[in-house]
Structures are given as C-alpha cells and as structure tokens.
C-alpha cells in the first residue's frame, strides 16, 4: 500500500512569510508524528497526534509552530513569521498502535515520509 | 532527557566486509529502539524495531542486538556491499510515543 507522503518535498520562502507543511499518514494509521531534521543531525521531535488531538506539542520550539490533524487523517504543520533557523528537514511518521496481549509493553514500528525541505532565504 | 550516541560517527569499510554499529543511550527505561537507514536527500526507511522484552531482531543480512541494562544497541551489516552505503540511526522510545534519535553512523562502502 502507499506509504506516508509529504507535500511540497521542497519549499523556498522568504523571512517573515507563513508555510504550510503537509503530510498524508498511512491509511488507517491513528497516530502521527511531526519532527525536524537539521543539517548533519538526527530528527527531533515536534508533535505528536493520537487521532484529531494533539497528544504531545512539548516538541514545537515555540508558538509561531502549530500543527493541526481536523479530520485524523491528513495533517499540516504550520509556521508564521518564519525566521532562517526554521531551514531544516521537516519530516513526518506515522504508526498504528498495537499491543501485546498479555505483555505490558506496547510496541509499534513509525513509518516516516520523505519530508519537506524548507529553506527560509 | 534521554540522550541517544551513536559511534562512531562515519567509516569506511570495504565491500565484503561486516559492519558493526554502535548505539548507546542514557536512560534504560525504553519500550523499544528502532534502526533506520537514511540515504542523501531522502526520508528514514525502517530497519529492524526491538522491543524492550527482546535481546534481538534478524532481518536478512542485518541483525541489531538490544541490552537495555547496560544502554546499548549493535546493528551487524554481514558481507556490506556498495548499496548498503547510507546514513544509519538509531531511535530509542521510551513510552511517550515518541523518538530520541542519535546523529547517526555515516557508511561508505568501498567497491
């Protein structure tokens, strides 16, 4: 089946302008993940989504990021006034929870996308 | 906060030869630890996952080890060719549905 799918994979913009990023998860998958890669580093985290909500923002670095997931299917990442250090890979995952019946851990398996790269000149 | 290292931070090895990964994070307390292959320009692929009651996963010619008491991971790469030449990292969750990712191991494998 398809996999997760981002839009644009690149994306120009001029300091102080709004963006939007978007990611289409895999079908049925109810959680969804924003994280941003630098340049020469892993990914970190941003946000996390369990269905329309957003379970976990402690990522977004400060409140000219906001994310949203309306329906809990498609999300977009968006960022106003953006500044040149917001120049990064964006990327987005997703994941289906599961659990082990009679274990307490619960394992899944984050499906990344081919992420957006911003570049604010 | 958990701090995810992984070394060394690039190598080269000649085709045929194994590989071997290291990965070490700070707090042993992790649901699992998932491996990914990057390559240049491009997204993460999904390697191998293990999760915290397992010591091991196989897939093919790769096999990643997990002793979470000591706070280590080791991805094996057997008989490396050219197209195993990639970014690798390693990502540890430790329950808050979410990854703490290492810089990654930088491979080049030399035809």
């Known amino acids: 089946g398809a996999g997760v799918s981002q839009t644009p994979s690149n994306k120009v913009t001029e300091k102080g302008k709004y963006v939007e990023l978007r990611c289409d998860p895999i079908s049925g998958h109810t959680a969804l993940y924003w994280y941003r890669q630098s340049l020469g580093q892993g990914p970190e985290f941003l946000i996390y989504f369990q269905g329309t909500g957003a379970a976990d923002d402690s990522g977004l670095p400060n409140d000219r990021f906001f994310a949203v997931r309306p329906e809990g299917s498609v999300s977009t990442l968006k960022i106003q006034r953006t500044e040149r250090g917001d120049s990064a890979v964006y990327l987005c995952?997703?994941?289906?929870?599961?659990?082990?019946?009679?274990?307490?851990?619960?394992?899944?398996?984050?499906?990344f996308g081919p992420g957006t790269r911003l570049t604010v000149t | 906060k958990q701090e995810v290292t992984q070394i060394p931070a690039a190598l080269s090895v000649p085709e045929g030869e194994n590989l071997v990964l290291n990965c070490s994070f700070t707090d042993s307390a992790i649901y699992n630890l998932q491996w990914f292959r990057q390559d240049p320009g491009k997204g993460l692929t999904s390697l191998l996952l293990?999760?915290?009651?397992?010591r091991e996963q196989t897939s093919g010619r790769l096999n990643a080890s997990l002793d979470k008491s000591s706070g280590r991971s080791t991805l094996y790469i057997a008989a490396s060719q050219p197209g195993d030449s990639a970014t690798y990292l390693c990502?540890?969750?430790?329950?808050?549905?979410?990854?703490?990712f290492g810089k990654g191991n930088q491979v080049v494998v030399i035809p």
């Open positions: 293990i999760q915290s009651s397992q």
């Open positions: 990502a540890v969750d430790d329950g808050n549905n979410r990854l703490a």
């Open positions: 995952a997703s994941s289906s929870l599961t659990s082990d019946r009679g274990l307490i851990n619960i394992s899944y398996e984050q499906y």
